[in-house]
T-cell receptor, first 118, second 110 residues
């Protein structure tokens, strides 16, 4: 299993440009999410999905769109890039724990995409 | 709303010294706590979770509900422990959102 795969690893955009960060997982996880990692702020949830066709906003959703047409893929779109979106973006997946503890499985992370907006 | 506090952005210890990375949380429900670690140029990965009660790479963490803490401890630090450590809280019910602390960078000095 490749786990969670993110592309690209690095990207430089100019203000106003749009792009899509790709995320795919091969673990058949129902839950997928996008985080941004900024120094001194930890990881903040952008958007998440509990299954194909279902998405919802996280803590910092403005300026980002997502869709979930398949279980495997969860792309993140920047519609009009701004310097404030310079960050490292992580995609993560998990599944409901239907065992003893009734908690979701731990998050499985991708390698991240380092985005710079000039 | 849930919150995770890691009071130290940077913790420097000498090799062989004990390590304690602090984590406090606020959450009205029944929490599940995790520690994630990110080594240089690698992805975040799970280190341990309180419900498993495991010791991973010599690290342990005990959930103290009275003090709302989940501190990460290791008796003897090693150079390969140098990394970024994130405490995370998983809420119960419905989609279980994960809230992260700001992270603590552990630097083990040879």
């Amino acid at each position: 299993n490749a786990g969670v795969t993110q592309t690209p690893k690095f990207q430089v955009l100019k203000t106003g440009q749009s792009m899509t960060l790709q995320c795919a997982q091969d673990m058949n996880h129902e839950y997928m999410s996008w985080y941004r990692q900024d120094p001194g702020m930890g990881l903040r949830l952008i958007h998440y999905s509990v299954g194909a066709g279902i998405t919802d906003q996280g803590e910092v959703p403005n300026g980002y769109n997502v869709s979930r047409s398949t279980t495997e893929d969860f792309p993140l779109r920047l519609l009009s890039a701004a310097p404030s979106q310079t960050s490292v973006y992580f995609c993560a997946s998990s599944s409901p724990d239907r065992g003893l503890f009734s908690y979701n499985s731990p998050l499985h992370f991708g390698n991240g995409t380092r985005l710079t907006v000039t | 709303a849930q919150r995770v506090t890691q009071p130290e952005k940077l913790l420097s210890v000498f090799k062989g010294a004990p390590v304690e990375l602090k984590c406090n949380y606020s959450y009205s429900g029944s929490p599940e706590l995790f520690w994630y670690v990110q080594y240089s140029r690698q992805r975040l990965q799970l280190l341990l979770r309180h419900i498993s009660r495991e010791s991973i790479k010599g690290f342990t963490a005990d959930l103290n509900k009275g003090e709302t803490s989940f501190h990460l401890k290791k008796p003897f630090a090693q150079e390969e422990d140098s990394a970024m450590y994130y405490c995370a809280l998983l809420t119960s019910g419905g989609y279980q959102k994960v809230t992260f602390g700001i992270g603590t960078k552990l630097q083990v000095i040879p």
